[in-house]
C-alpha cells in the first residue's frame, strides 16, 4: 500500500496576520487624524490663561506668582517695599496696623451730634416751661420738682405726699394732685411717659413686700394704674419701673435725705428724643 503524501505549508506569513496588519495601519492612521484635528492654537491658549489670571488670581499688587509679586517676589528683602503694597491696596496704616480715620469726616459726625444735642436740649427746656406753667397754674410748686434733659422734662412727686410708709396704695389727699397731674400729661399724649418709683434704703421688718425693690415696683404701678383709671392716655405710651433704693439724689444717713430719696419721677420725652 502506498504512503499518503505530508501537505507542506505554503511559504510566507500566515494569511491572518496580513488581515491584522491591515487593522492596525487603519487604527494608526485614524489616530494621527484626530491628533491633527485637535491641534492646541497657542495664542487662544494664551489669551485663555491671561484672563484665567486677571479674574481669578489670589495675588494682590499685579502679581501673576510669587516669583513676581511685589511683596513676596524674591524673598525677604523686598519687605522694604512694604508702605508701596500697602499703598496699593488704597489703605493707609498708623503705627499699629489700624486705618486712621478721616479727620474731616469725624469732624462733621461729631459737629451733627453736638447741633442735634443743641436741637433736642431746645425741645426740651421749651417742654419744660409750658409745664412750670401749667404747674403754677394748678399751684403743685410745693408737690412737683420740674428739671430736663436733652431727651425729657422730668417732674419728681414727693413720696411722703403719695403714700405712707411701707406702703403702695395712694393716699386719698394725693389724688388732687395726681388728678391735676394726670391733666398735665394729657397735654403731652402723644410722648412717651415713664413713671419710675424710688424708695430709701431702710431695709424692711416683714410686711407686704420683701424689699424696697418690690415697694418701689408697686408704687409707680399704683400711679400707672390711677392714671389709666383718671386720664384718656394711651397705656402703650407709659412705661412704670421700679429703682428701689439703687438711685439716690440725696444722703440716707440722714432723715431729709431719706425723705428726698423716697420719690416718683414722671418723665415726659419730647419730640426729638430717641423714644419718639
Not at 485614524?30 to 486677571?54: G, H, P, R
Not at 524674591?74 to 499699629?96: F, H, M, P, R, W
Not at 486712621?100 to 459726625?109: A, G, L, Q, R
Not at 440722714?254 to 423714644?275: C, D, F, H, M, P
Amino acid at each position: 500500500m502506498a504512503k499518503r503524501k505530508e501537505e507542506t505549508p505554503p511559504p510566507g506569513s500566515p494569511a491572518w496576520m496580513a488581515t491584522f496588519g491591515d487593522l492596525m495601519n487603519l487604527l494608526l492612521c485614524f489616530y494621527v487624524l484626530l491628533f491633527s484635528m485637535s491641534t492646541i492654537d497657542a495664542d487662544k491658549l494664551k489669551a485663555i490663561a491671561e484672563s484665567f489670571t486677571q479674574t481669578f488670581s489670589i495675588f494682590s499688587g499685579g502679581a501673576t506668582a510669587i516669583g513676581d509679586g511685589m511683596l513676596v517676589s524674591n524673598g525677604v528683602s523686598q519687605l522694604n517695599e512694604l508702605d508701596e503694597y500697602i499703598n496699593s491696596t488704597g489703605k493707609t496704616a498708623d503705627k499699629e496696623g489700624d486705618e486712621f480715620e478721616d479727620p474731616v469726616e469725624s469732624d462733621t459726625i461729631a459737629e451733627a451730634l453736638k447741633q442735634m444735642e443743641a436741637q433736642q436740649l431746645a425741645e426740651s427746656e421749651q417742654l419744660a416751661e409750658k409745664i412750670e406753667e401749667s404747674v403754677a397754674e394748678n399751684n403743685l410748686e410745693g408737690a412737683i420738682d420740674i428739671d430736663f434733659t436733652s431727651q425729657y422734662v422730668e417732674l419728681t412727686l414727693k413720696g411722703a405726699i403719695l403714700f405712707d410708709s411701707g406702703k403702695a396704695e395712694i393716699r386719698s389727699d394725693a389724688e388732687p394732685v395726681l388728678d391735676k397731674v394726670g391733666i398735665i400729661l394729657e397735654r403731652y399724649a402723644g410722648s412717651v411717659i415713664e413713671i419710675e418709683g424710688h424708695t430709701d434704703n431702710v431695709p424692711f421688718n416683714g410686711g407686704r413686700y420683701a424689699d424696697n425693690s418690690e415697694l418701689s415696683c408697686a408704687r409707680a404701678l399704683s400711679v400707672f394704674n390711677y392714671f389709666l383709671e383718671t386720664t384718656n392716655l394711651d397705656p402703650a405710651m407709659i412705661k412704670y419701673a421700679g429703682r428701689g433704693e439703687y438711685v439716690p439724689i440725696a444722703d440716707n444717713s440722714t432723715e431729709e435725705g431719706r425723705a428726698k430719696n423716697r420719690r416718683v419721677v414722671i418723665r415726659i420725652y419730647n419730640n426729638l428724643s430717641y423714644y419718639q
